[in-house]
């Protein structure tokens, strides 16, 4: 199973950029996907999940109302859309795929290798 994400790179405050998840994962409309995050020096954290079917959304409160989260079963790909991007966005951007939620938190068997995204003021 690979998930490759793509799409991230340097962008200015105030902008958006749209991530994308090649998944391998066979059937793809089988699983859950989520979205983590990881800036500079700090602890990995949940971002973003969608259902199987992607009609069920959940983010993180710090994303509500900029992020949106979506997918294409038929494709075989994730999608995460980041608008009015704030410095404290800066991360490696982490595609899940097959998760669970446990005892209040998101549980993914499947990680992509990260994409950075670079928000300058």
């Known amino acids: 199973v690979q998930l490759a994400e793509s799409g991230g790179g340097l962008v200015q405050v105030g902008g958006s950029l749209s991530l994308s998840c090649a998944a391998s994962?066979?059937?793809?409309?089988?699983?859950?996907m989520c979205w983590f995050r990881q800036p500079p020096r700090k602890e990995r954290g949940f971002l973003a999940a969608?259902?199987?079917?992607?009609?069920?959304?959940n983010f993180a409160d710090s994303v509500k109302g900029r992020f949106t989260i979506s997918r294409d079963n038929r494709k075989n790909m994730g999608y995460l859309q980041m608008n009015s991007l704030k410095p404290e966005d800066t991360a490696t951007y982490f595609c899940?795929?097959?998760?669970?939620?446990?005892?209040?938190?998101?549980?993914?068997?499947?990680w992509g290798q990260g994409t950075q995204v670079t928000v300058s003021s």
């Open positions: 969608i259902s199987r079917d992607g009609g069920s959304t």
């Open positions: 994962v066979q059937p793809f409309c089988n699983v859950h």
């Open positions: 899940t795929a097959d998760v669970s939620f446990h005892d209040g938190a998101y549980l993914a068997t499947y």
